[in-house]
């Protein structure tokens, strides 16, 4: 089946702790995609790749850091410079990083702060 | 900054009314318009897309972009129960950059 995995479903850090969310898509997708939602909130931009090697900063990527060294895989690190990081992260992907390309999600990744 | 707007709700429907959910943007130049569903818990999966001026129907939702007015609205006909959940507006941002912004959201209830 072709799709979007994300682990863990759900993820603790402790304070001061970097901590790494997996992203792994077999759509063949140039384009991926990191948001975080905020319980009553849309979905906010983290990062975004739209080809190997290459990604770029969304609205809200201070305190984050990503990687796209496969097309398959961006991961997610959350360092300990993001000091609030409970929320739910969605990963997305789309055929090209298009204006009419549909983004498809995966299940997400909960964050919680102990 | 570009936004997309949308009136939280919850928005409360008898099962097998129609439900208007509504979506206001500002960039002019956005060119994709998206609606998608999400259960509480899961994550956003697509309902519906358009690009062009008018309605665009798929069983029994149905999109409607009118880009003079900078307004998408999504039509639900003979709700049910189950469509009960939060309804995302995006909206892909031309500035440049391939970004997608997202609304709130508006939670509807479907009511038995």
């Known amino acids: 089946d072709g799709g979007i995995t994300q682990s863990p479903k759900y993820l603790f850090r402790k304070e001061g702790q970097n901590v790494t969310l997996s992203c792994e898509q077999n759509l063949n997708h140039d384009a991926m995609y990191w948001y975080r939602q905020d319980p009553g909130q849309g979905l906010r931009l983290i990062y975004y790749?739209?080809?190997?090697?290459?990604?770029q900063k969304g609205d809200i990527a201070e305190g984050y850091s990503v990687s796209r060294e496969k097309k398959e895989s961006f991961p997610l690190t959350v360092t300990s410079a993001q000091k609030n990081p409970t929320a739910f992260y969605l990963c997305?992907?789309?055929?090209?990083?298009?204006?009419?390309?549909?983004?498809?999600f995966g299940p997400g990744t909960r964050l919680l702060v102990l | 900054q570009k936004e997309v707007e949308q009136n939280s709700g919850p928005l409360s429907v008898p099962e097998g009314a129609i439900a208007s959910l509504n979506c206001t943007y500002s960039d002019r130049g956005s060119q994709s318009f998206f609606w998608y569903r999400q259960y509480s818990g899961k994550s956003p999966e697509l309902i519906m897309f358009i690009y062009s001026n008018g309605d665009k129907e798929d069983g029994r939702f149905t999109a409607q972009l009118n880009k003079a007015s900078q307004y998408v609205s999504l039509l639900i006909r003979d709700s049910q129960p189950s469509d009960s959940a939060t309804y995302l507006c995006a909206v892909n941002s031309v500035s440049g950059t391939y970004k997608y912004i997202f609304g709130t959201g508006t939670r509807l209830k479907v009511l038995a």
């Open positions: 997305a992907s789309s055929v090209q990083s298009d204006p009419r390309e549909t983004q498809y």
């Open positions: 790749s739209q080809i190997v090697n290459d990604f």
